[in-house]
């Protein structure tokens, strides 16, 4: 039953919107973009301007619907601060500072259309909120800038009334080039799996998924490594060159456990799967954490390319 229908601003987006506070004590509301609703459903006692979690990381929610990287479920329930926290752990959005100064970074290196291309600040940014770039000002947008200019990056020159024109340096081309092959801004995606017979089918959904979103996966016994490298030493350094992981718990095997538990150390996101067969299976330690269940090869290549787009495309 409806107790009361009022407006008010989503505190992640800022939008104004109609909203519905119902019998079963939740705020409801839905925000638009681009012909698609979100919706959200907020407890109704749970004051999230009075969090110091959400004042911490306001900047990152805003910077998430900015970014169209706002969770893609037909609905967010946040009844605590936990929901809040999960938003942001599943985000994979720059938190760190050398995060934040790699991530304005490559946005200005994905609009060069040429090396040596020249922009101006006024330009290049076009009234582009900080939160755009997971900032949680113009003086921080404008420290990053001038960091990156001193570690050699950029080069900024004509300053004038505000203004400047800055381009990338052959170092800045470089360093980009490298970010580009490994880690965060890598085109590629470490997949920890059974070996066992009988998984031909499920390897190439996981694999067509992966493609099928712009990524080349990287699967340790399709790999060729030097000799006096070993297979261990072989899995550590693909992780590291990876941008995410996905790990199919399916057989249970202790290396997908200590892959993706390796891969979680070092930052990179993770999206975790399992047969349905073999959900009841799964170890405390992991089940906690949302899986992508498939019954069979259809579902899982459907579902996890599904999962790609919404926790790792930009």
């Known amino acids: ?43 109704a006692d749970l004051n999230i301007d009075n969090l110091d979690y959400y004042h911490q990381y306001k900047h990152i929610f805003y910077g998430l619907w900015l970014n169209k990287k706002w969770p893609k479920s037909l609905e967010v329930i946040i009844e605590q601060e936990d929901d809040l926290k999960k938003i942001i752990g599943e985000s994979n959005a720059p938190i760190t500072p050398k995060q934040k100064i790699d991530h304005l970074f490559m946005a200005i290196f994905s609009k060069q259309s040429y090396e040596g291309e020249r922009f101006t600040k006024v330009s290049f940014f076009n009234d582009q909120r900080p939160e755009f770039f997971y900032l949680k000002a113009y003086t921080e947008r404008e420290y990053y800038m001038e960091t990156l200019a ?98 199919d718990f399916t057989h249970h095997r202790n290396g997908v456990y200590f892959e993706a538990g390796y891969a979680l150390g070092r930052g990179l996101p993770v999206i975790y799967m399992v047969s349905k067969e073999d959900w009841s299976n799964t170890h405390f330690d992991t089940n906690h954490f949302p899986h992508v269940i498939y019954k069979d090869s259809e579902e899982l290549k459907k579902k996890l390319a599904e999962a790609i787009q919404a926790r790792i495309l930009d």
């Open 150 to 247: 001193e570690q050699g990056y950029l080069e900024i020159f004509d300053q004038a009334m505000g203004d400047y024109n800055f381009r990338i340096t052959y170092k800045g081309l470089d360093y980009a080039i490298k970010m580009e092959e490994e880690g965060k801004f890598s085109k590629k995606c470490f997949v920890a799996m059974s070996f066992q017979t009988g998984m031909d089918d499920i390897r190439r959904s996981i694999k067509e998924a992966i493609a099928g979103n712009g990524f080349t996966p990287i699967i340790i016994d399709e790999q060729i490594y030097n000799s006096d490298q070993t297979i261990n030493d072989a899995i550590l350094a693909n992780i590291k060159r990876s941008k995410f992981c996905v790990a």
């Open 1 to 43: 039953m409806t107790m009361e229908n009022t407006t008010m601003f989503c505190p992640f987006s800022g939008l104004k919107v109609a909203n519905t506070i119902t019998a079963d004590g939740y705020i409801h509301y839905f925000i638009d973009r681009e012909e698609k609703s979100y919706g959200v459903s907020i407890k």
